[in-house]
């Protein structure tokens, strides 16, 4: 029997959940699912510049874990990218912790 999933913290949650290329109509587009742990994973990495260990502890996983995320999260945004698809952001197994002047450090 497997181990339970455990839930992943994200401090903030995504404003805007869904990306689409200008100029094309919503159903002639494929679309790229990234999960809100992958969100705040790229939040952390790429917008924060935190080093893995450090944001990795601040979603309560491991840092191996916090890179496969990591990977799957910058490969769907390059194929969407890329290929032309839209992005929504949604689902995943996560709590949203509240929002602290502490968790801006």
Known sequence: MPRPRRHRWVRHAPNVTFFKPQGIPLNQLDEVVLTVEEYEALRLADL???????????????QPTFNRLLTSARNKVAEALVRGKAIKV?????IILAHT?????
Do not use: C
């Not at 510049?49 to 491991?62: D, F, N, T, Y």
């Not at 949604?90 to 996560?94: F, I, P, Q, R």
């Not at 002047?101 to 450090?105: A, D, N, T, W």
């Open 90 to 94: 949604s689902g995943g197994h996560h």
């Open 48 to 62: 924060e510049s935190k080093p893995q260990v450090r944001a990795a502890g601040e979603m309560g996983i491991s």
């Open 101 to 105: 002047p502490e968790s801006e450090k």
